[in-house]
Nanobody, 124 residues
């Protein structure tokens, strides 16, 4: 059973940056593809990005391409989401997710494990 814990959220002004971290424990983290999703109040949970088990491939939502970057450290069992040029519309709870498949996916139901989420608020 993999447990995921996000950190790094907070309040930032538009145009600023934040780096979210996700710590994984238990299970074979290095074999899992990892993803980030977000959910704004009153909206569905949306895909942000995903990274292949070995970091060889990433996939991003169009809304964050060129601004966000996912990376992972399989030695430390960590995955990161670097967020630059933040916009007020990026405000949401951000969730880290893991799937036992090795490849990227933008579908939430393909993920088996979820963290509790971390709040990101971008002020205008």
């Amino acid at each position: 059973q993999v447990q995921l814990a996000e950190s790094g959220g907070g309040l930032v002004q538009a145009g600023g940056s934040l780096r979210l971290s996700c710590a994984a424990s238990g299970g074979a983290f290095s074999k899992y593809a990892m993803g980030w999703f977000r959910q704004a109040p009153g909206k569905e949970r949306d895909f942000v990005g995903s990274i292949m088990w070995n970091g060889a491939r990433t996939k991003y939502a169009d809304s964050v391409k060129g601004r966000f970057n996912i990376s992972r450290d399989n030695v430390k069992n960590m995955v990161y989401l670097q967020m630059n040029s933040l916009k007020p519309e990026d405000t949401a709870v951000y969730y880290c997710a893991g799937r036992s498949g090795s490849y990227v996916s933008d579908l939430a139901d393909r993920y088996d494990y979820w963290g509790q989420g971390t709040q990101v608020t971008v002020s205008s």
